[in-house]
């Protein structure tokens, strides 16, 4: 009878050591990684306009929009993910006096794929309600016009606003922005 295969764990170091000589990003959880998957079409689509409109319209000097490259610190130590697009405004918390890895976004937004949605809604949701400064979780669908926007309301306390319509408003509080669903699924194919 043979033994089941021993998972191996990895220190955050040997992580990180990994991450800037691999071809491909991974997630760090408690010891483990876990490779993150390519993006589709929609997903590409909908990041770039997200993207584009965020980083032309956001006139606070202080804020600075990322796209999927750089990684969060959830947990220290313990739990690193990449976001598909954060906000940080003011000054950047970073890691460890490392310039790839961010303690303080103020917005996190993920395009569900079918295989990440349940995950990004629910466990990785309640990993990213424990950053202090997270203001703005926004989930954006690939396969249908669907946005769901979390948002922390004057008591602190996380509430829901759903977007279904083309001429719906994305407004993003903590930040001052707003654009439609129809600027968010442009040239999306569904």
């Not at 997903?43 to 306009?49: A, L, M, T, W």
């Not at 202080?62 to 969060?72: R, Y």
């Not at 690939?142 to 922390?152: C, M, V």
């Amino acid at each position: 009878m043979s033994q089941p295969e021993e998972k191996k764990y990895f220190s955050p170091q040997e992580y990180f050591e990994g991450e800037e000589i691999a071809e491909y990003k991974n997630e760090y959880y408690h010891g483990e990684i876990f490779a993150m998957s390519g993006a589709s079409f929609n997903h590409n689509v909908i990041s770039g306009n997200v993207f584009a409109k965020l980083h032309s319209s956001l006139r606070d000097p202080s804020c600075f929009v990322f796209a999927g490259d750089m990684k969060i610190q959830i947990e220290k130590d313990a739990y690193y993910t990449y976001p598909d697009i954060s906000i940080v405004c003011g000054d950047i918390e970073f890691t460890q006096n490392r310039d790839d890895i961010i303690e303080n976004p103020l917005v996190i937004i993920e395009i569900l794929s079918r295989s990440t949605k349940s995950y990004d809604r629910g466990d990785k949701f309640s990993a990213y309600r424990k950053i202090r400064s997270l203001r703005d979780y926004i989930l954006i669908d690939q396969y249908a016009r669907h946005i769901e926007y979390f948002f922390k309301n004057e008591a602190d306390r996380w509430e829901l606003e759903e977007l279904k319509n083309p001429d719906d408003v994305l407004k993003i509080r903590s930040v001052g922005m707003e654009f439609s669903l129809e600027a968010v699924y442009d040239r999306v194919r569904f």
